[in-house]
Nanobody
Framework: QVQLVESGGGLVQAGGSLRLSCAAS????????MGWFRQASGKEREFVAA????????YYADSVKGRFATSRDNAKNTVYLQMNSLKPDDTAVYYC?????????????????WGQGTQVTVSS
């Protein structure tokens, strides 16, 4: 079955950096758009970033544009989220998601597979 496993979360001071990884198995990774979402306590899950199947195209939420970057290594079945200049407002559980599609969906309901999430906490 499809499994997505995130790693790399943790506690960091404001202004710091973290790199999240999401390792996929049980699917033809290069056929899937990969997305990143986050959910802060008491808030709805929101879109963060997404990357096309071959990694040519990326798309970001305005709140993270210029600070976060997503990339993928199809040979390793892994997608990454590099997060720089972190702010306390970035504190959330971060999820990766996968969808077999040709576009770059930004809605959570458009993704079929999800990881379990990894906690990112940014202290002020």
């Amino acid at each position: 079955q499809v499994q997505l496993v995130e790693s790399g979360g943790g506690l960091v001071q404001a202004g710091g950096s973290l790199r999240l990884s999401c390792a996929a198995s049980g699917l033809t990774f290069s056929s899937y758009v990969m997305g990143w979402f986050r959910q802060a306590s008491g808030k709805e899950r929101e879109f963060v970033a997404a990357i096309s199947r071959r990694g040519v195209s990326t798309y970001y939420a305005d709140s993270v544009k210029g600070r976060f970057a997503t990339s993928r290594d199809n040979a390793k079945n892994t997608v990454y989220l590099q997060m720089n200049s972190l702010k306390p407002d970035d504190t959330a559980v971060y999820y990766c998601a996968a969808q077999a599609t040709v576009g770059i969906p930004v809605g959570a309901s458009q993704y079929s597979y999800w990881g379990q999430g990894t906690q990112v906490t940014v202290s002020s």
